[in-house]
C-alpha cells in the first residue's frame, strides 16, 4: 500500500524558510510523477509545485515560483519542498502527493493525484 507522510512543518517568521519532506513507501513502481499542494481551510486546494523524476522537469505556481524548490532523492525515496522568502499568505497546510500513471500527471489534476499524505502545517507571521 502506497504511503506518503510529510514533516518539516512548523511556525517561522516572514522572511524565514522551512523544508518540507515527504517519505514515501509501498510503491510497486515508482510514480510517474509526484507534487505537492496547500490548502487553508474554507479555501479551495493550490497547487504549489509538480516533478516528473524521470526528467527532473519541475513546474511551479506564479505564487510561489522564485521562492519554492521542489525536489526528489531517489535513493532515499523523498520528496523535498524548499520554501524561502516565506509570506504570511504561504500560510496553509501542504500535502504530498503522487500520481502512479504519466497520464494522469497534468498540472491541473496535480490537486486530485490518487496518493496523499496526511499533511503538514505552514504558518507564516508577519
Known amino acids: 500500500q502506497v504511503q506518503l507522510v510529510e514533516s518539516g512543518g512548523g511556525s517561522v517568521q516572514a522572511g524565514g524558510s522551512l523544508r518540507l519532506s515527504c517519505a514515501a513507501s509501498?510503491?510497486?513502481?515508482?510514480?510517474?510523477?509526484m507534487g505537492w499542494f496547500r490548502q487553508v481551510p474554507g479555501k479551495e486546494r493550490e497547487a504549489v509545485a509538480h516533478i516528473f523524476p524521470a526528467s527532473g522537469r519541475t513546474r511551479y505556481s506564479d505564487s510561489v515560483k522564485g521562492r519554492f524548490t521542489i525536489s526528489l532523492d531517489s535513493t532515499k525515496s523523498t520528496l523535498y519542498l524548499e520554501m524561502n522568502s516565506l509570506e504570511p499568505e504561504d500560510t496553509a497546510s501542504y500535502y504530498c502527493?503522487?500520481?502512479?500513471?504519466?497520464?494522469?500527471?497534468?498540472?491541473?489534476?496535480?490537486?486530485?493525484?490518487?496518493?496523499r499524505g496526511q499533511g503538514t502545517q505552514v504558518t507564516v507571521s508577519s
Open positions: 502527493v503522487a500520481e502512479a500513471n504519466v497520464f494522469g500527471c497534468a498540472w491541473d489534476r496535480l490537486i486530485k493525484f490518487p496518493y
Open positions: 509501498g510503491y510497486t513502481h515508482s510514480p510517474d510523477c
